[in-house]
């Protein structure tokens, strides 16, 4: 792709760039249907804030390797700073979903209700998505916690609640496959510490800790009385919660009821701290 071509696709707003040729085209179509729907800044979902990582693809591999990074050093630098400080480009471009007989995942498919529930996570809003099934609800609300665990927070804890202990786990695998299938650069499965020391990433069925960010992932387990309950909401002291299947979780009412307070101390310690924060629901469509 030549320079001019490059040139056509960019468009710059309010001294912000936007790919409007990015291959992902489900973002595209959410873009152009905000923009028909009278959406002032349609366009949002479309940043790029390094024009140069346009036409660099963040998975090129040397041919005798299937993980070695066919990059410069450059571009990969390039790569990971754009993924910090945009979550867009990170989902638009980069994110692969776990999707059955499809190693290696697909791309992340964008939908006006999983691009406004990352807009609200970002925002320190509430967000409920409710979508029929098949839709990408729960994978995408695990794809953008993937960033904010890699890039956009730092010592949080994010708890999983569903509907039982084995669909909680299965949110942290899928979670984990995510980042699995990120490129080889960006995984940050271990550290060398100032000792010298390898420090991996702490991983199990029920948590997993960055070794960089040092964020942490935990499941709940299914509340199997009132008073149990009682004791998960109590226990929910985080700044990030994702409630999924909440039609079909046990005294979800109770669960909910009683965080109120533990989240809302946490996310008034991140608010003060510039730091992201965040209830997400997600459920089907009955």
Known sequence: MNAQSVRKRIICINGRFYDTGTANKSFLQVAKDLKALGVREWYFMLEIKDPALINVNPYATKKDSEDEPDLTRDQIQRITIECVHNIWYYLREVVRIPAAGTPGGIPYKANRGNIAQTWCLLHGLDSWLCLPRQQGKTKSALAAQTWAYSFGTSRATFIFINKDMDNAK?????????????????????????????????????????????????????????????????????????????????????????????????????????????????????
């Open 170 to 286: 299965t949110n942290l695998r899928d979670f984990a496959d995510i980042i699995g299938y990120l490129p080889k650069y960006l995984r940050y499965e271990f550290i060398i510490d100032d000792d010298g020391k390898l420090v991996k990433q702490k991983k199990s069925a029920t948590r997993l800790e960055h070794p960089i960010t040092h964020n942490l992932i935990i499941v709940k387990p299914k509340a199997t009385s009132y008073e149990s309950a009682l004791g998960i909401g109590r226990g929910l002291s985080a700044p990030f919660l994702h409630f999924d299947e909440v039609e079909f979780t046990p005294y979800i009412d109770v669960i909910v009821e009683n965080s109120v307070s533990t989240f809302e101390t946490s996310a008034r310690l991140s608010r003060e701290k510039g730091a992201l924060y965040g209830r997400i629901f997600t459920l089907n469509v009955a």
